[in-house]
């Protein structure tokens, strides 16, 4: 099954810059990329992320669905919304998990999908959140 990520003929690689982008848009936290393309078909990229409350999760949720609506990228479905306690945005080769912190904890997603390589983006994915803060901190200066 071969799902578009959007009307761009982009990259895997390069695209996952701009989900990362949008999450970190409303200071999503412990933001982790997986590549699970060689474990799994149902798709390429996990980005699992936290909110400190559910409103903060579902602050974050809807700013990357706007963010990349803006890029012409629209989820194929969205689940959690209502609730804020852990929300999937799917986008078809890439797939966005965003929890409120003790339900991620609970959940474990990294360690259910220890054997995917966990990858490093150009714009902070895998990175530490208090570093890209400090950094973008410094360019504003």
């Known amino acids: 099954m071969t799902t578009v990520i959007s009307n761009h003929d982009s990259s895997p690689d390069s695209s996952i810059d701009l989900f990362v982008k949008a999450a970190m848009g409303r200071k999503a936290i412990d933001l982790v990329v997986l590549d699970i393309s060689k474990i799994t078909s149902i798709a390429d990229s996990f980005i699992i992320c936290s909110g400190h409350s559910s409103r903060q999760v579902t602050a974050i949720a809807e700013f990357v669905c706007i963010e990349l609506k803006k890029q012409g990228i629209k989820p194929l479905s969205i689940e ?5 306690h852990w929300v999937i945005l799917d ?3 890439v797939i966005i998990h965003i929890f409120h912190q003790p339900v991620r904890e609970f959940y474990n997603l990294e360690g259910l999908w220890s054997d995917a390589e ?6 902070g994915g895998g990175v530490d959140i208090n570093e890209m ?3 973008a901190f410094n360019e504003q200066a």
Not at 80 to 84: A, D, K, P, V
């Open 118 to 123: 966990q990858i490093t983006t150009s714009c």
């Open 91 to 93: 986008y078809g080769r």
């Open 80 to 84: 959690g919304m209502q609730e804020g």
């Open 133 to 135: 803060e400090s950094e």
